[in-house]
């Protein structure tokens, strides 16, 4: 009996030394880039503190958000700290260690901390007795403290990138994060990017930009003025990974991003599709060269591209990557300057006599002589526009989209600081089928076809005064129409809505002091 008692207090007693060890051991110290392995673990991290939030939701809380970066990469981990909101926080720069339970929500993942010891900094000999790393460049938090001291300067700021950048497109609108994913980021600088990239910059990428900080009084914000070429990247951001679980409507927040899913590519009649596990799971795919050369339908695989909106599917779909040779032909025809190389080198080629190809980018009126052409049909598919300057006379329209052939001398304008391509001889497409407009669009979507070939479904009356119009079945909308007096008899005949072809123009009517639409169908 007395062995009894002595085996069941030494089992008690090595039980309570278990459990003193699991409370007072020190928590594993692991890498930023594992902590999605140690969900709900009291864990440690060390990293360089890069910016900080006090009181982020304003709610008068006792916590302090951080953001604690890698010392030899670019990841980054959230920190929310449970503390007196009052208590200092180490100097931005300084080595940190940081202890907390490792919490996930709705995908987001962070570090929960509480107490004043649950952050330290590494000793050393740099402010305070802590070690501290001095950057090249200023860090978004800088910047939020006292952003007038930065207004109207040249600066340098470190960051992630809340969206792709596209290498095709001049002009963006993003933001400047001081965390790779945008709902863990304390802080964010608007930023408008504009020229073009030499290739895609991917969301989350780590970068350096140098820009110009100034106040948008109209929006009410700071904002970051950056040149293209003035974005350094510092670590490519990583490709996301899809799960067909996903609701389709956040599909649209990774448009431009390059992703990651599995599933089974089949081929219809027109497109292709990617195909997931349950019944409707689908996926628009545009397939590279690649694809249908190697013969990959019905294969199940990870399948890597961009999401992107395809206007010609209509819907998003995976971008698999394409040729440019495949998408702008024209570069593959024989004897004919791509105008890409002219664009990228023109003085090699100024002055002298070449035979180029490309579409019309905006309708050139019989009365003017001027005009842009682009090696792609449409604006988004677009990487070149040249100005062109037509010496001789031309007694139709040259319409928006209109394929022309032309030969042309390669003249430097040094007044206007462009490349003209100056076409003494031409020949012109078929004419492209008109673009149609929409009643109930308004002035800020027809503005942007003046000038050129529409349609429009309507029915043509007219008033009193004599004056045509093309009305909407049903509504009060109405559209000034031009034409020989006939239309409203063609209109007669037929009895219902008719499909309108003409070229949009406004005229002023000075007695109601109104800018009109006009369809002129002459």
């Known amino acids: 009996m007395a062995k009894m008692w ?70 980054v981990v959230e920190v929310r700290w449970f503390v007196d909101r009052d208590h200092q926080v180490p100097p931005v720069g300084t080595v940190v260690t940081v202890e907390g339970e490792v919490s996930e929500w709705s995908g987001r993942i ?28 200023l860090q978004l938090v800088e910047v939020a403290m006292d952003p007038a001291k930065w207004v109207n300067s040249s600066v340098r700021v ?105 599933g089974i590519a089949s081929e219809g009649e027109t497109s292709w599709t ?33 999401l992107l909106w395809s206007a010609d599917e209509g819907t998003i779909c995976l971008d698999r990557g394409h040729d440019a040779s495949v998408r702008n032909p024209i570069e593959n025809s024989a004897g004919v300057l791509p105008l890409r190389s002219v664009a990228s080198n023109p003085f ?30 449409t604006y988004f598919d677009r990487t070149t526009q040249l100005r062109i300057q037509l010496v001789g006379e031309h007694a139709e329209y040259i319409e928006t989209g209109q394929s022309i052939r032309f030969n042309a001398t390669v003249i430097w304008s040094q007044s206007e600081g462009r490349v003209i391509l100056e076409a003494r001889s031409w020949t012109l497409g078929e004419t492209p089928y008109p673009s149609q407009i929409n009643w109930g669009d308004g002035y800020n979507s027809w503005k942007w076809e003046i000038g050129n070939r529409v349609s429009i479904m309507g029915i043509a009356v007219m008033d009193d005064s004599g004056d045509q119009w093309v009305e909407r079945s049903g509504s009060e909308e109405r559209l000034c129409l031009l ?38 169908v002459l």
């Open 6 to 75: 002595v085996m069941f207090f030494t089992s008690l007693l090595l039980v309570s030394a278990m459990n003193f060890y699991a409370v007072v051991r020190d928590p594993d110290l692991i890498d930023i880039d594992d902590i999605h392995e140690y969900p709900r673990e009291t864990v440690k991290v060390e990293g360089v503190l890069t910016s900080f939030v006090v009181d982020p939701y304003g709610e008068q809380a006792d916590r302090i958000d951080l953001q604690v970066r890698e010392l030899d990469g670019h990841s």
């Open 110 to 137: 962070w570090l929960s901390s509480n107490g004043y010891g649950a952050i330290q900094c590494k000793e050393g000999d740099g402010a305070g007795g802590c070690t501290n790393i001095e950057y090249e460049s």
């Open 158 to 262: 470190d960051g992630y990138l809340s969206e792709a950048i596209a290498p095709d497109v001049t002009y963006h609108s993003l933001s400047l994060m001081d965390n790779p994913a945008y709902g863990n980021a304390d802080h964010l600088l608007y930023m408008q990017v504009e020229g073009r990239p030499t290739e895609w910059i991917e969301s989350g990428s780590h970068v350096e930009v140098t820009g110009w900080i100034q106040y948008d009084q109209r929006s009410l914000r700071y904002r970051l003025l950056v040149q293209a070429r003035a974005v350094e990247v510092l670590n490519v951001g990583p490709t996301v990974m899809l799960d067909w679980d996903l609701d389709p409507q956040s599909l649209t927040y990774e448009v431009g991003k390059l992703i990651q899913i599995d």
């Open 274 to 306: 990617l195909n997931g596990p349950n019944i409707g799971d689908k996926l628009c795919m545009l397939p590279s060269p690649s694809d249908i050369e190697n013969g990959t339908i019905d294969t199940s695989a990870t399948w890597t591209g961009r």
């Open 348 to 377: 090699t080629y100024e002055g002298g006599a070449y035979t180029f190809e490309g579409w019309v980018t905006s309708t050139i009126s019989p009365d003017y002589d001027k005009g842009y052409v682009g090696d792609a049909a």
């Open 483 to 520: 034409g020989d007096g006939s239309e409203t008899s063609q209109q007669a005949a037929v009895g219902e809505p008719i499909e309108w072809i003409g070229r949009l123009e406004t005229t002023e009517n000075f007695v109601e002091n109104e800018m009109r639409f006009c369809l002129n």
